[in-house]
């Protein structure tokens, strides 16, 4: 069946370490992989989005990287700050250009 | 430049009711989706629009909701007769004429069915 996995516990790191994050998928050859960010009462905001062929995307303190081989992406958050505490979803665009969500991860940073 | 808006922001309503969500995607941007969030569970895809055309509508659950987009605009998704596995938070998002660019959310609106 198809799956998307991310980190089932909340991640709790101290500020100004980096946070990383795993998104794993299973029956899925997606040509884009998105990550989105979500804040309690608001709707995903757009991260970042990396394409099948890359493997690495950076902007500012956030790092993405895709293995299409593993079916795995790790989502890195440097120097990360109290602001950061937020739910973390791995989306992959698959046909019909719709996005799949996975679960989440809670990131909670700690001053 | 004014993101996705969705009305209402809440809704409350009793078993076998009819609701209907609005969506107001971003200006100009043709594709329209709409995703809903049950609890507990990852943000599920509804359907699809690009302008006023159903595009896919597969995550659509069953032929209790129905969704326009009349002229290609704003968009609605109506619930008739809702059921109380309906309940959960509803999103819409738009993107640009590139359909896998990224995707704008509005804030959803929470349905509550009692």
């Known amino acids: 069946s198809q799956k998307i996995e991310q980190n089932s516990e909340a991640l709790n790191i101290q500020e100004g370490k980096t946070a990383t994050l795993t998104c794993n998928y299973t029956?899925?050859?997606?040509?884009?992989l998105q990550w989105y960010r979500q804040d309690p009462g608001r709707g995903p905001v757009f991260l970042l989005l990396?394409?099948?062929?890359?493997k690495e995307k950076r902007k500012e303190r956030l790092k993405v990287t895709f293995d299409t081989t593993l079916k795995q992406s790790l989502f890195h958050i440097t120097a990360s700050q109290p602001a950061d505490s937020a739910t973390y979803l791995c989306?992959?665009?698959?046909?019909?250009?719709?996005?799949?969500f996975g679960a989440g991860t809670i990131l909670r940073v700690k001053s | 430049e004014a993101g996705v808006t969705q009305f209402p922001s809440h809704s409350v309503i009793e078993k076998g009711q009819t609701v209907t969500l609005r969506c107001d995607p971003i200006?100009?941007?043709?594709?329209l989706y709409w995703y809903r969030r049950v609890m507990g569970k990852e943000i599920k895809f509804l359907l699809h629009?690009?302008?006023?055309?159903?595009?896919?509508e597969s995550g659509m659950p069953n032929n209790r909701f129905l969704a326009e987009r009349t002229g290609g605009t704003y968009s609605t998704l109506k619930v008739q007769p809702a059921e109380l596995e309906d309940s959960g938070v509803y999103f819409c998002?738009?993107?640009?004429?590139?359909?896998?660019?990224?995707?704008?959310f509005g804030p959803g609106t929470r349905l509550t069915v009692l």
């Open positions: 998002a738009s993107s640009g004429k590139m359909a896998r660019n990224e995707q704008f």
């Open positions: 029956n899925y050859s997606p040509a884009y």
């Open positions: 990396i394409r099948e062929n890359e």
């Open positions: 989306a992959l665009l698959v046909y019909g250009n719709k996005l799949v």
């Open positions: 200006s100009g941007h043709d594709n």
């Open positions: 629009f690009v302008k006023e055309s159903k595009q896919d």
